[in-house]
């Protein structure tokens, strides 16, 4: 059975390009936004950066072996990454996720041979039947199972820090200003954001955030409440809470948009820069207008597009 590192798909992980993107935004500040397009990585999204980094140790410390059973839940990026490589390892997967995911992202993960488990969108955090809590009991249930755990596994936030953050500072000469991204798990924020801080230490982070998200309010106050969760149609960023992966103090600003907000700047951002991006990057398009409003130029502002529209056309498509 072959193992990760030595699966040529292995290196086509990373260095994603960064775009300056000219026509969205108009400015007579001097403020320059550019898009680092992580649809480029072999599944589609940022998230095989996690799940290289996440299975090679697994296999390398002996906590996967051949014949196991990996299981994980997923909005539907991780779990198409992992799809993408169990199918070429030999690995079975089980992945739970919610009715709210796209029919491409269910079907996408279905069609690389993994058993998707499709649970309830609007049930509370405690709930045995949240995704995640399905997960985690899969696992436990599952005789020789390895559980991926990207919510509270260190190993998330470390692969952004080690290959996210030096991308991006590298691309960008070593003159950014602001990083713009949400979170879910908030490994990309978190792992990128204490790179890029390490860096250049006035560098700013600000995390726009959807509206029925608790990370919000809780980056502005330290706390979290219950009336802020609600439900919002874009995917794969928001939480009701903290994740052990997010370290929430590497963010300096925080902000909330709509889903029109997002699916609007997803549809400019395709008719007027010829990218079109996955919903919960349309979201980072609204902080980067927000943003925008509220700074002085000149300034150097980098934001992440996680995965690409096509994923979601059968939502971008319906107003
Ligand atoms: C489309 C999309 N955007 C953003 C994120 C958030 O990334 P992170 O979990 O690193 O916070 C995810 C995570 O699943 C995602 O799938």
């Not at 600003?253 to 991006?277: K, N, T, V």
Request: charged letters at 20%.
């Amino acid at each position: 059975m072959p193992h990760l590192e030595s699966d040529p798909a292995f290196h086509l992980v990373g260095n994603t390009p960064m775009v300056p993107l000219h026509r969205l935004f108009a400015n007579n500040k001097g403020i320059e936004v550019f898009a680092k397009l992580e649809y480029y990585n072999p599944s589609g999204s940022v998230k095989d950066r996690i799940v290289v980094h996440i299975l090679r140790d697994a296999e390398k410390t002996g906590k996967l072996r051949p014949g196991m059973t990996v299981v994980e839940a997923s909005s539907g990026n991780t779990g198409a990454a992992l799809a993408f490589f169990c199918a070429r390892l030999g690995y079975k997967l089980i992945l739970t996720t919610m009715t709210k995911v796209s029919e491409e992202k269910k079907n996408h993960m279905r069609m690389l041979g993994a058993e998707v488990i499709v649970c309830p969108t609007d049930v509370h955090h405690d709930s045995p039947e949240h995704y995640i809590n399905r997960a985690a009991q899969i696992a436990r249930e599952t005789p020789n199972s390895f559980h991926v755990n990207q919510y509270d596994n260190p190993l998330n936030t470390e692969a952004h820090y080690l290959t996210t953050g030096p991308e991006i500072w590298r691309q960008m000469d070593g003159r950014v200003d602001w990083l713009v991204t949400g979170g879910s798990t908030g490994g990309t924020i978190t792992g990128a954001a204490k790179y890029l801080k390490e860096q250049n230490p006035a560098l700013k982070v600000l995390l726009p955030d959807p509206k029925g998200s608790a990370l919000y309010h809780i980056a502005k106050t330290g706390v979290s409440r219950e009336e802020d969760l609600g439900p919002y149609q874009v995917e794969g960023v928001g939480k009701e809470c903290l994740t052990d992966a997010i370290d929430i103090t590497v963010v300096d600003e925080s902000m909330q948009y709509s889903d029109a907000d997002a699916f609007g700047l997803c549809r400019a951002c395709a008719r007027l820069e010829g990218i079109l991006p996955g919903l919960s990057a349309g979201g980072n398009l609204a902080g980067v207008q927000w943003l925008m409003d509220r700074i002085p130029g000149p300034a150097r502002i980098v934001t992440i597009v996680q995965d690409a529209g096509v994923k979601y056309l059968s939502k971008l498509l319906k107003d």
